[in-house]
């Protein structure tokens, strides 16, 4: 018999909120965290907005020692994994041995370490080699992210990175759903992690052309999914971890559940590197996959955590994707952009989605697209402008898009 995979802790860092408490209020009320840079001197390049999660404290955890030898993508994800342990009312203190080997730390990234080794090689090529760290190979290796998370609480069950681009976290939450439905474990620490804010990967990203340099002075307003006057995505960070385990185990410590990853779906258009093939045949594929295994059909859908990286392509695609997945019906349905509010944190914008969408799923009240300022006639649903909006959501579509022609997607069910 299948089992089911319940979602019974949360943890954030994001760049309008640290910690769960702080990001529900910030999402609900459409609150920016897209800032000017302050990580590095972004003054002599084209594009100086991030959304960073500036006010974050990697000293609390991580000693200054062993700062040096870990991204900031360790303590990012540790901070955030400690608030989703304890969200679920577990102590890894007091689990005997037996139990530790059957929780798995399933983590999803697309840039891993890449800013760190971008210092390790700086470090290099000016001589340095003094000041760069002895684990700056292991450390580059996106194998060791999930390990120096589940060190932390000694979690002994499979220890794997998905890294997809920005399905991997996406990707992380279905993979560790598929774990608990087998039998294989009863505990998955899960969710995603990036931290690719510097100056060369932002150099990257201009050289593509894909991001937005023409709101350096007012950075609220940057991010702008589906508005006609878009021009590109601006780049963030962040760590959203959730706790997802076996329902009857849940049941049985009286758990608080959040919802049910119901369903997943995922395909590739084997199409290109970076742009997507027109109509989104495969991404409207990924959804019918998962809305199938949900065993639900578009009239069950009260709710759609959007891709919606403010880029031309993508958000029109993605409209097109949805109409096709969800019919008529996909006019009728709320769907809101959570990267208008933090950015694009690369690999780790899945699981943010599934973040907001637990909170809106909680709360009765869907977080709003901010920036939607230009009604553009190709991008044409309902996309929640501020204020957001009240809804009883039941069941709810994370949706999620990646370079490489990748497409994945949850289905989330409320438990009543």
């Not at 000041?131 to 580059?140: D, E, G, I, Q, R």
């Not at 979690?155 to 681009?165: A, D, I, L, N, Q």
């Not at 560790?176 to 510097?198: C, E, K, Y």
Request: aromatic fraction near 6%.
């Amino acid at each position: 018999m299948r089992r089911r995979a319940v979602i019974t802790g949360l943890g954030v860092v994001s760049p309008n909120g640290l910690g769960k408490a702080a990001f529900a209020e910030a999402i609900l009320a459409g609150k920016s965290g897209v800032r000017r840079i302050s990580r590095f001197d972004a003054s002599e390049i084209s594009v100086q907005v991030a959304g960073e999660a500036a006010d974050f404290d990697e000293l609390a955890w991580v000693d200054k020692k062993e700062r040096k030898h870990v991204s900031r993508l360790v303590p990012l994800a540790l901070a955030a994994a400690h608030e989703a342990v304890q969200d679920a009312g577990l102590d890894p203190a007091t689990l005997p041995l037996e139990e530790k080997r059957r929780i798995a730390v399933i983590l999803g990234s697309g840039g891993g370490s890449q800013e760190f080794t971008e210092e390790q090689y700086r470090l290099f090529y000016r001589g340095e080699f003094r000041h760069m760290s002895l684990f700056c190979v292991p450390t580059a290796v996106m194998g060791t992210f999930s390990s120096d998370v589940g060190m932390r609480f000694g979690f002994r069950g499979p220890s794997h990175v998905v890294t997809t681009g920005c399905t991997s976290s996406t990707d992380a939450l279905g993979y560790a759903a598929r774990q608990i439905q087998s039998g294989a474990v009863h505990t998955v620490l899960t969710g995603g992690a990036d931290a690719p804010i510097s100056l060369g990967i932002v150099k990257g990203f201009i050289l593509m052309k894909i991001l937005t340099g023409s709101w350096n002075q007012a950075p609220e307003r940057a991010s702008r999914p589906f508005s006609a006057d878009r021009d590109g995505f601006v780049l963030g960070e962040g760590a959203w971890m959730l706790v997802l385990e076996d329902y009857e185990h849940a049941r049985a410590r009286s758990a608080h559940i959040y919802a049910e990853v119901s369903g997943y779906g995922t395909t590739c258009e084997a199409f290109h590197r970076v742009r997507l093939r027109e109509g989104g045949e495969e991404s409207a594929r990924a959804i019918g996959l998962a809305m199938r295994e949900a065993g639900i059909g578009p009239a069950e859908v009260q709710y759609v955590n959007l891709h919606g990286t403010s880029t031309e392509l993508n958000d029109r695609i993605e409209t097109e994707a949805l109409k096709a997945a969800l019919g008529e019906r996909a006019r009728e349905i709320p769907m809101s952009a959570l990267k208008s509010q933090i950015g694009h944190p690369q690999g780790a914008c899945g699981a943010a989605g599934v973040a907001a969408t637990l909170i809106a799923m909680e709360t009765g009240q869907i977080p709003p697209t901010l920036n939607v300022d230009v009604p553009d006639p190709r991008c044409d649903l309902d996309y929640v402008p501020q204020p957001g909006r009240r809804a009883a959501i039941e069941h709810a579509i994370c949706n999620c898009i990646a370079f490489g022609s990748k497409n994945s997607a949850l289905v989330l069910r409320k438990i009543a």
